[in-house]
């Protein structure tokens, strides 16, 4: 079964700090991956995805991820946060291997001090 | 982008009754619907997978009789908690895709609290 994992259950950041968050998934076959956020008191909307082409994805609000086959990682990149990235944001895979049903991460809080 | 609404947002009910919980896709047609349950700082389970007219799809240790769901349109999908218990409260969120295996959009949720 595939599974994902994000390290990074809580971070707190200031103000245009850099981010990182790490995400790793399981299964090897073709992925589809993607980031969702959600925001305090809103749904979840998709901030990004891979599906295929060039591993590093820009998504909206300045975020990027990198997809590095040979590690199994989707990581989550923004070079200068804002307060309003203050959110919840979660990394999940659809896999051929797991008939492409949605798996997510237990998510990563993130705080921005202003 | 696209919408999905729920209905209701929250529901407060005595333990045993039943409660439906409505989504819909509001501006596009949905062949496939989500159902997920999300508990107080942890990811989003997934209950069950919905087709358009099929039965629905459910996850290892997700009792089908217990949450009854019906996909009997393009744009909607109905969860049902039959006989409802306080372990049964929790945040319900479908999402729905109108393709295969991409981006999924996902409703408010409706917070169920049982009594």
């Known amino acids: 079964a595939q599974s994902v994992s994000q390290h990074n259950h809580h971070v707190i950041l200031s103000e245009a700090a850099s981010l990182e968050l790490g995400c790793n998934y399981s299964y090897g076959g073709t992925v589809n991956l993607f980031w969702y956020v959600q925001y305090p008191g809103q749904h979840l909307q998709l901030l990004l995805k891979?599906?295929?082409?060039?591993?590093l994805v820009k998504g909206i609000k300045g975020f990027e991820a990198e997809f590095i086959k040979s590690k199994f990682s989707f990581n989550l990149r923004k070079p200068s946060v804002q307060w309003s990235d203050t959110a919840e944001y979660f990394c999940?895979?659809?896999?051929?291997?797991?008939?492409?049903?949605?798996?997510f991460g237990r998510g990563t809080s993130l705080i921005v001090h202003p | 982008g696209a919408v999905v609404s729920q209905h209701p947002s929250w529901v407060i009910c005595k333990s045993g009754t039943s409660v439906k919980i409505e989504c819909r896709s509001l501006?596009?047609?949905?062949?496939?619907m989500f159902w997920y349950r999300q508990f107080p700082k942890q990811s989003l389970m997934l209950m069950a997978t919905s087709n358009e007219g099929s039965k629905a799809t459910y996850e290892q240790g997700v009792e089908k009789d217990k949450f009854l769901i019906n996909h009997a349109s393009l744009t909607l999908s109905t969860l049902t908690v039959t006989s409802a218990h306080p372990e049964d409260s929790s945040f319900y969120i479908c999402s729905a895709e109108a393709g295969s295996y991409n981006e999924q959009f996902f409703g408010p949720g409706t917070r169920l609290t049982v009594l």
């Open positions: 999940a895979v659809r896999s051929s291997g797991g008939s492409y049903i949605p798996t």
């Open positions: 891979y599906f295929s082409g060039d591993p």
């Open positions: 501006d596009f047609q949905a062949t496939t």
